[in-house]
Nanobody, 127 residues
Framework: QLQLVESGGGLVQTGGSLRLSCTTSGASTDTLDFRHIAWIRQAPGKEREVLSCITYNTGSVEYLDSVKGRFTVSRDNAENTVFLQMNNLQPEDTGIYYC?????????????????WGQGTQVTVSS
């Protein structure tokens, strides 16, 4: 059973940077090696949206238009971790950030495609 845990959230000023990490919890019996992993955000009062998804095999990444050029996803399979580097953060980036694994073996832009979620980490960008 895969269990995900995020870390690295916090409070940052507009224009600042944060790096989020997604790894498996101590109770997980599975690793990230053969998992596509998405980063999903829920802003206050809004629906969750898929920001990016990185494949496990080629490492290719798709990004939501609003974060292209500012956010970068990478993975270190040796460390069993997926990262989300966020630069030039804006107040509208405020929200809870989740990492998630898809139900099927492909990345998707639909939140409903993801069946395994971490607990989320809060990111707050002050103006």
């Amino acid at each position: 059973q895969l269990q995900l845990v995020e870390s690295g959230g916090g409070l940052v000023q507009t224009g600042g940077s944060l790096r989020l990490s997604c790894t498996t919890s101590g109770a997980s019996t599975d690793t990230l090696d053969f998992r596509h992993i998405a980063w999903i955000r829920q802003a206050p009062g809004k629906e969750r949206e898929v920001l990016s998804c990185i494949t496990y095999n080629t490492g290719s990444v798709e990004y939501l238009d609003s974060v292209k050029g500012r956010f970068t996803v990478s993975r270190d399979n040796a460390e069993n971790t997926v990262f989300l580097q966020m630069n030039n953060l804006q107040p509208e980036d405020t929200g809870i950030y989740y990492c998630a694994a898809p139900r099927r073996s492909y990345c998707s832009g639909y939140v409903e495609s993801y069946s395994i979620w971490g607990q989320g980490t809060q990111v707050t960008v002050s103006s």
